[in-house]
């Protein structure tokens, strides 16, 4: 009897503490939603032609904001590539982007 109350506690107990995590970083939610959905949606000459055409171009001001906290705060760095590093390195891979 005690095992079947703490299986169902243990799991709400790791379902709200990722629901945590998720709500403490919104904007970096936003840019991980976004750079998953680019990834998922391209084809692959898609990535290649905006590889090429980005370089030296800058980045939106929102994007630039993100990526500043990233360098500042290692543990919202740790959150926004786990969920974004298997996606992109996933289709990366795929298009022949990475050996």
């Given at each position: 009897?005690?095992k079947?109350?703490?299986?169902?506690?243990?799991?709400?107990v790791?379902?709200f503490?990722?629901?945590?995590v998720?709500?403490?970083?919104?904007?970096?939610?936003?840019?991980a939603?976004?750079?998953?959905?680019?990834?998922?949606?391209?084809?692959c000459?898609q990535?290649?032609?905006?590889?090429?055409?980005?370089?030296?171009?800058?980045?939106?001001?929102?994007e630039?904001?993100v990526?500043?906290?990233?360098?500042?705060?290692?543990?919202?760095?740790?959150?926004f590539?786990?969920?974004?590093?298997?996606?992109?390195?996933?289709?990366?891979?795929?298009c022949?982007?990475?050996?």
């Amino acid at each position: 009897m005690t095992k079947r109350f703490w299986l169902p506690a243990i799991t709400l107990v790791l379902l709200f503490a990722g629901g945590a995590v998720a709500q403490r970083y919104p904007l970096m939610d936003k840019l991980a939603d976004r750079v998953v959905a680019k990834y998922q949606t391209s084809s692959c000459e898609q990535l290649a032609q905006e590889r090429a055409a980005s370089r030296g171009r800058p980045k939106p001001a929102e994007e630039q904001r993100v990526v500043q906290l990233l360098h500042e705060d290692p543990q919202m760095r740790g959150e926004f590539f786990n969920r974004v590093s298997a996606p992109v390195v996933n289709k990366l891979f795929e298009c022949g982007m990475i050996p």
